[in-house]
């Protein structure tokens, strides 16, 4: 046996202990009993796929090693455990998306269900994420009640991207004026108009985006409800059709789409999910919510390339301002790995080399205009 196929069964192992510690990490959270239920199958499926890859290393003499997470899953079980299912759900399913098709073309798991088992993986958690944006389930997950909310916006991605947004562009404004002059008063008020200008700016746009969401919502909402008023039977058809187009046969589609109609305020909200995708209870979100949130993260980012200047001045300042937000792209760069499954220094170092690069071109720019004004 060559050693690249004993590695590969390695990875092959270790990834399913991953995934099946996530999964009962996702069971243990998850406050909704057939979810949970739902997740806790799915990591006994991983743990059938880890004992597989496990004889196959037994057969080659190769000590099975303790079934420990790695660091990525680590992070995403803690994640889990103190946020919520919702919070890593979407980036879970990435990960299944990608790795669906990675048993097909290995020899070993020929004449099982592995390949299957791991499509039928990224079809549940596609489609918990499809009730969540449409409502009503279809097909093997329609006896799920309840909804998973939040899970199509992963709440942590976006917190990294903000407080990246804030210490890029902070720390380009405050190295171009650097550039120019070292004066530690102009470069510590320039520092914090930037972060006041950039953190009003993007609250003030999250603010509107989320409240034009909302308005559109609640017209489509009403409209819904004014053809219910003057159509039942016409809308009731159209729920049904919907529910075939998910694979139910036509009389449950038809028992169902009936049942789902016969009060108005459910027959509004279960039209407005499925037919519109719109959750009426949520309409996009709460746009004070959006607004702090992203005041606070590029706030956090934004104090980073600044903080130096309220305790020292002059190339001392300006140095420890750029390592310090040095750190800060390689930690956030860094950070994103665990959603994308990029490699850690990879990730680190590119965003640590971009964002140096812009700071260079503004501190270099900063010094041209600088010199050219005296």
Same mark, same amino acid.
């Given at each position: 046996?060559?050693?690249?196929?004993?590695?590969?069964?390695?990875?092959?192992?270790?990834?399913?202990?991953?995934?099946?510690?996530?999964?009962?990490?996702?069971?243990?959270?998850?406050?909704?009993?057939?979810?949970?239920?739902?997740?806790?199958?799915?990591?006994?499926?991983?743990?059938?796929?880890?004992?597989?890859?496990?004889?196959?290393?037994?057969?080659?003499?190769?000590?099975?090693?303790?079934?420990?997470?790695?660091?990525?899953? =680590? *992070? $995403?079980?803690? @994640?889990?455990?103190?946020?919520?299912?919702? !919070?890593?759900? %979407?980036?879970? #399913?990435?990960? +299944?998306?990608?790795?669906?098709?990675?048993?097909?073309?290995?020899?070993?798991?020929?004449?099982?269900?592995?390949?299957?088992?791991?499509?039928?993986?990224? =079809? *549940? $958690?596609?489609? @918990?994420?499809?009730?969540?944006?449409?409502? !009503?389930?279809? %097909?093997?997950? #329609?006896?799920? +009640?309840?909804?998973?909310?939040?899970?199509?916006?992963?709440?942590?991605?976006?917190?990294?991207?903000?407080?990246?947004?804030?210490?890029?562009?902070?720390?380009?404004?405050?190295?171009?004026?650097?550039?120019?002059?070292?004066?530690?008063?102009?470069?510590?008020?320039?520092?914090?108009?930037?972060?006041?200008?950039?953190?009003?700016?993007?609250?003030?746009?999250?603010?509107?985006?989320?409240?034009?969401?909302?308005?559109?919502?609640?017209?489509?909402?009403?409209?819904?409800?004014?053809?219910?008023?003057?159509?039942?039977?016409?809308?009731?058809?159209?729920?049904?059709?919907?529910?075939?187009?998910?694979?139910?046969?036509?009389?449950?589609?038809?028992?169902?789409?009936?049942?789902?109609?016969?009060?108005?305020?459910?027959?509004?909200?279960?039209?407005?999910?499925?037919?519109?995708?719109?959750?009426?209870?949520?309409?996009?979100?709460?746009?004070?919510?959006?607004?702090?949130?992203?005041?606070?993260?590029?706030?956090?980012?934004?104090?980073?390339?600044?903080?130096?200047?309220?305790?020292?001045?002059?190339?001392?300042?300006?140095?420890?301002?750029?390592?310090?937000?040095?750190?800060?792209?390689?930690?956030?760069?860094?950070?994103?790995?665990?959603?994308?499954?990029?490699?850690?220094?990879?990730?680190?170092?590119?965003?640590?080399?971009?964002?140096?690069?812009?700071?260079?071109?503004?501190?270099?720019?900063?010094?041209?205009?600088?010199?050219?004004?005296?």
């Amino acid at each position: 046996m060559a050693n690249k196929d004993i590695k590969r069964y390695l990875e092959n192992w270790q990834g399913e202990v991953d995934g099946a510690a996530q999964y009962h990490a996702l069971a243990k959270a998850e406050k909704n009993p057939q979810l949970s239920q739902v997740y806790t199958n799915l990591g006994k499926m991983e743990e059938k796929h880890k004992a597989f890859w496990e004889e196959h290393l037994k057969k080659e003499g190769v000590t099975i090693p303790k079934p420990v997470p790695s660091w990525r899953t =680590r *992070v $995403l079980i803690w @994640i889990t455990g103190h946020f919520g299912p919702a !919070a890593v759900l %979407s980036t879970i #399913a990435d990960y +299944e998306r990608v790795d669906k098709n990675m048993y097909v073309s290995q020899k070993e798991t020929d004449g099982t269900k592995m390949t299957a088992d791991e499509h039928l993986h990224d =079809r *549940v $958690l596609d489609e @918990i994420l499809t009730v969540d944006k449409k409502g !009503a389930s279809g %097909s093997y997950l #329609a006896e799920i +009640e309840g909804r998973h909310k939040g899970v199509a916006g992963n709440t942590l991605r976006a917190a990294v991207l903000g407080a990246n947004d804030g210490l890029c562009s902070n720390l380009s404004l405050v190295m171009g004026v650097a550039g120019a002059s070292f004066n530690n008063h102009i470069l510590l008020l320039t520092g914090l108009a930037g972060l006041l200008a950039g953190a009003f700016s993007m609250a003030l746009g999250e603010w509107i985006s989320v409240t034009s969401s909302r308005e559109l919502a609640e017209r489509e909402i009403k409209i819904e409800s004014e053809e219910f008023d003057m159509n039942p039977q016409a809308e009731r058809e159209e729920l049904q059709l919907i529910y075939e187009s998910k694979g139910m046969k036509p009389a449950e589609a038809q028992t169902l789409a009936k049942h789902m109609t016969e009060n108005k305020a459910r027959a509004i909200d279960t039209l407005t999910r499925e037919e519109l995708g719109i959750d009426p209870d949520e309409k996009g979100g709460s746009p004070n919510v959006a607004a702090i949130s992203s005041f606070a993260l590029f706030s956090f980012g934004a104090i980073i390339p600044v903080f130096p200047f309220f305790f020292w001045s002059g190339s001392k300042a300006v140095l420890l301002s750029g390592a310090l937000s040095a750190l800060a792209l390689f930690m956030f760069g860094a950070a994103g790995t665990i959603f994308t499954g990029k490699p850690v220094w990879f990730a680190g170092t590119r965003q640590l080399v971009l964002g140096l690069l812009a700071a260079g071109i503004t501190f270099g720019l900063g010094h041209l205009i600088g010199v050219s004004l005296n």
